[in-house]
C-alpha cells in the first residue's frame, strides 16, 4: 500500500470515528424512541464502515 493510500484511509477512519461519536452523542440526547433507533442504526452502519477500513491497514 502506497503512503497515499494509507492517508486515505487515516483520513476515512477518522471521518467514520467523528460520524460515529455524533451518533452516539444524538441517541443520548433523543428522547423519541423511532428516532434514538434510527440514529441507533446510523451508528452500527458507522462502525461496520470503520471496521472495514480498519481491516485494511
Known sequence: ???????YIED???????LKTQCQ???QKLTDPDLKNCVGQMLSKHQEIF???FQLV
Do not use: R, V
Open 1 to 7: 500500500m502506497s503512503p497515499k493510500e494509507l492517508q
Open 12 to 18: 476515512a477512519l477518522g471521518h467514520e470515528q467523528f
Open 25 to 27: 452523542e444524538a441517541q
Open 51 to 53: 471496521d472495514s477500513f
